[in-house]
């Protein structure tokens, strides 16, 4: 396992691009848009740079992932000699799949191909391909750099050596790895939406403020923090993407995405990323 490529360079994919350089790996990093690859550059060098500052590794040990880091727009440039694709684009299964076949297509037979999909069927992606036991999810958690956590998600037909290979790639990246079943939502979102929905029904029925939901259960539960800032962490419309498909599939009313959430994906208050979600964030590129 030498090459990794990383597919779409927003939220995730530029976080998961630093976390593969740091580890070693000879990296790219590709996405739809062009514009999106020096942005994401830009942020895995201001988070690199943070890093330095607060002393977690020295400038030379940033350079020498910086130069381990390749961005390319074509893709099949970009995954020529892959050994693992990591897909982080937009939550949506047909896309997905369109991408997991052209993928298929492109990079030699022994490549894994992996989803960073929060809560769609990894199987449903698999079936997109020729291999589909070369197929599974490995989940991240925002911030990337951060988070330890990454959910191996190991549908029916992922072969267990393919598991074991990419487990062994998140150890590498100082991740912890878990392993779940290929189910809706798997571990994390199913439990971490469900708090974040009700949270949003909350503030609509007014029962306290955003910040007192947050510190009800970060003060009373040791929640490192609250899941309506976790939202718009994650962007709210990633989250009402997640919650529309886990309530599609588990058709259990808890997942309805409540239409506060929906008003403000409308409005364009989409968390962090845009500077306005349940709370007031500084700009970013
Ligand atoms: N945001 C989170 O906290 C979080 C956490 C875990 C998992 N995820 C999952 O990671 C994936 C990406 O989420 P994100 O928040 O980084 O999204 P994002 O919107 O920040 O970034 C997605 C990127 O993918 C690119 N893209 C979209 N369609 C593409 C295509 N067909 N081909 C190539 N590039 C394409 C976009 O241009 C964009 O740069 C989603 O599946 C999401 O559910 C998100």
Redesign the pocket.
Known sequence: MSKLVI???????HGIAQVAAMAGFATTLT???AE?LPAALERIQRNLHGGVTRGKFTADYAEAAMGRLRVESEMESAVEGADLVIE????DLP?KQE?FSTLDSMTGANAILAT???SLSVAAIAGATSRPDRVLGM????PVHIMKLVELVRHDETADAVTDRVRDVAVRMGKEPIVVRDSPGFASSRLGVVLGLEAMRMVEQRVASAEDIDKALELGYGHPMGPLRVSD???LD?RLA?AEYLYKELGDPHYEPPALLRNKVAAGELGKKTGKGFYKWPKTK
């Open positions: 597919i779409g360079a927003g939220t995730m994919g996405d739809g848009v999106a982080a684009i937009v939550e896309v991408l960073n999909t929060s989940h991240f958690f925002n962490l994650v962007g990633v997640i």
